[in-house]
């Protein structure tokens, strides 16, 4: 039994190891893969979606707290890649490791749920995890580069507010994603795949056309949405969101369809108020039918389990020489 016991102490820390330089990679590869899409906003380089912070939440509300080294670890890396190391940069790093480790914990005391079926989770998700907890990388960053005098004092809150909204974006895009992806289990239920395979077509066909387009049509994204919310919740909804906000980001970093005249500022307004009521779009919408789909199998639930009761009382009347309800005539009383 010790032997045991101590095998298992031994392969702890390098489980730990393992799922800290996991945690680290997938932040490094996110970032990169955020990196790919730039604007620049009053002389500072921002991101319209940090992936990361998507990554470090849904990494902590799965792994736990233990992870916050593996979010650490990959933000210093990215920051290396990107500059030289330096009192600054550290300042960085600690506002981006100490944002979705604060959203952790705000939705860790509000009881949160990883499933996302109930309204309350997914409210939580939006106003914790991204729009209170991301305020600190925002805060850290953007007050970094104005101490470091690399932002006009001018140009500060322009810069807050678009780091503070790629950061929530993050959240509300990436972090669903991740954890409708840790629940996957196979074979997948191929109930109405060929309408998730018409569904998955139009998307590729008109989200493209609305989001290049010179005529604004992106409000065409939303039928899409609604669709993929009614028929397949969240999973529809949150893989047709993530869909749509990369296109949209796409055009919008390319400056071509609706954001082709417009400013520098006006292209990240437009963009960012596009991809967060897409994002709430999908996610309370989706949250708010999958609570009515489990309410109604609660009721069914409830229904069966009563006509069975009723069912076993009627057969025991029977069984005991009583007349089953039914048949007996108005006038009798037992």
């Known amino acids: 039994m010790a032997a045991v016991v101590g095998s298992k102490d031994r ?3 390098v489980v730990v190891t393992l799922q800290t330089l996991a945690v680290a990679a997938c932040y490094y590869a996110s970032a990169q893969l955020g990196l790919l899409r730039e604007l620049v906003v009053e002389g500072a380089v921002v991101t319209p979606i ?9 990494c902590l509300l799965l792994l736990g707290l233990r992870c916050w080294p593996g979010i650490a670890l990959g933000a210093f890396f990215v920051i290396l890649s990107l500059t030289s190391l330096s009192p600054s940069a550290l300042c ?3 506002g981006n490791t100490a944002a979705p480790v604060v959203g952790y914990l705000l939705l860790r005391r509000a009881g949160f749920r990883t499933d996302l079926a109930r309204l309350r989770d997914d409210l939580a998700l939006v106003f914790l995890g991204a729009f209170t907890a991301m305020l600190i990388g925002a805060t ?3 007050g ?3 101490v470091t005098d690399r932002i006009e004092q001018s140009g500060f809150w322009a810069v807050w507010l678009a780091w503070w909204v790629g950061d929530a974006m993050g959240v509300l895009i990436v972090t669903p994603v991740l954890l409708l992806l840790s629940r996957v289990r196979l074979p997948l239920p191929l109930s109405r795949w060929k309408e998730a395979l018409g569904l998955a077509v139009i998307a590729c066909c008109l989200v493209p056309l609305a989001a290049h387009s010179d005529v604004s049509l992106l409000f065409l994204v939303y039928p899409l949405l609604i669709w ?3 028929r397949f919740q969240l999973a529809g909804s949150l893989l047709c969101a993530l869909f749509a906000s990369v296109m949209t980001t796409v055009a919008a970093t390319d400056r071509v369809g609706p954001f082709e005249r417009l400013s520098r500022i006006e292209v990240m307004m437009k963009l ?3 991809n967060g009521a897409m994002a709430l779009t999908a996610l309370i919408l989706s949250a708010v039918i999958t609570e009515q789909i489990y309410t109604r199998r609660s009721v069914e639930r409830a229904c069966q389990e009563l006509v069975e009761v009723l069912e076993h009382l009627t057969a025991g009347e029977a069984a005991d020489g009583r007349a089953p309800l039914e048949d007996r005539g108005p006038g009798r009383r037992e």
């Open 11 to 13: 392969r702890t820390p």
């Open 50 to 58: 940090w992936p990361p912070t998507g990554v470090s939440v849904a």
């Open 92 to 94: 960085v790093l600690a």
């Open 140 to 142: 850290t960053g953007a």
């Open 144 to 146: 970094t580069l104005l």
């Open 228 to 230: 993929a919310a009614l």
């Open 272 to 274: 960012q108020a596009f």
